[in-house]
Antibody, heavy 121, light 106 residues
Framework: EVQLLESGGGLVQPGGSLRLSCVAS????????MSWVRQAPRRGLEWVSS????????YYADSVKGRFTISRDNSKNTLYLQMTGLRAEDTAVYYC??????????????WGRGTLVTVSS | DIQMTQSPSSLSASVGDRVTITCRAS??????LNWYQQKSGKAPKVLIY???SLHSGVPSRFSGSGSGTDFTLTISTLQPEDFATYYC????????FGQGTRLEIQ
């Protein structure tokens, strides 16, 4: 059974930083692309960032480019999202999602439960 | 960027009804279109991938169709557990979600 467990969310002041983690199990982690998708309160889903399995290439939404960094540690089956320069509009539940294949532009067959990030003073 | 527009934004229906939700892409995306169901406070679940392929374990009352710019998700006979919000997502060029369709009990 695929399991994705996010952690690292919390309350942070505007301009602050936070690192999210997602520990994966139940599948060959190194063979699949991984992504972060967020959902602001009472809003829809927004893709944030993805990392491919083939060459570790990284992709970002324009709204986070230059502020967020995605990375993966295949030895620890863990996905990360380093967030800096946080803004109020970054407040959301952040989901870790497993891609359906090694390439990043794909569907998301499995999701974690999410971790809440609140940016407020 | 490819924009995804769902219609309607909300929908009221009754158990047993047939329901169709539409998703339109701002440019052709072939069949790189996926559908998700999200219940309140829960993570999304994939229903349909590649426009018309049913994800493992998803009931056969769900079906998807379309190609190019116009796609539909159909629920043939609504069940109580189907009341939720539905999202389309394109994976042809980058990744974009539609704004969602909230399906409510009439």
């Amino acid at each position: 059974e695929v399991q994705l467990l996010e952690s690292g969310g919390g309350l942070v002041q505007p301009g602050g930083s936070l690192r999210l983690s997602c520990v994966a199990s139940g599948f060959t982690y190194s063979s699949y692309s991984m992504s972060w998708v967020r959902q602001a309160p009472r809003r829809g889903l927004e893709w944030v960032s993805s990392i491919s399995a083939t060459d570790g290439s990284r992709y970002y939404a324009d709204s986070v480019k230059g502020r967020f960094t995605i990375s993966r540690d295949n030895s620890k089956n863990t996905l990360y999202l380093q967030m800096t320069g946080l803004r109020a509009e970054d407040t959301a539940v952040y989901y870790c999602a497993k891609g359906a294949s090694s390439v990043w532009e794909t569907s998301f067959g499995d999701w974690g439960r999410g971790t809440l990030v609140t940016v407020s003073s | 960027d490819i924009q995804m527009t769902q219609s309607p934004s909300s929908l009221s229906a009754s158990v047993g009804d047939r329901v169709t939700i539409t998703c339109r892409a701002s440019q052709s995306i072939s069949t790189y279109l996926n559908w998700y169901q999200q219940k309140s406070g829960k993570a999304p679940k994939v229903l349909i991938y590649a426009a018309s392929s049913l994800h493992s374990g998803v009931p056969s009352r769900f079906s998807g169709s379309g190609s190019g710019t116009d796609f539909t998700l159909t629920i043939s006979t609504l069940q109580p557990e189907d009341f939720a919000t539905y999202y389309c997502q394109q994976s042809y060029s980058s990744i974009t979600f539609g704004q969602g369709t909230r399906l409510e009990i009439q």
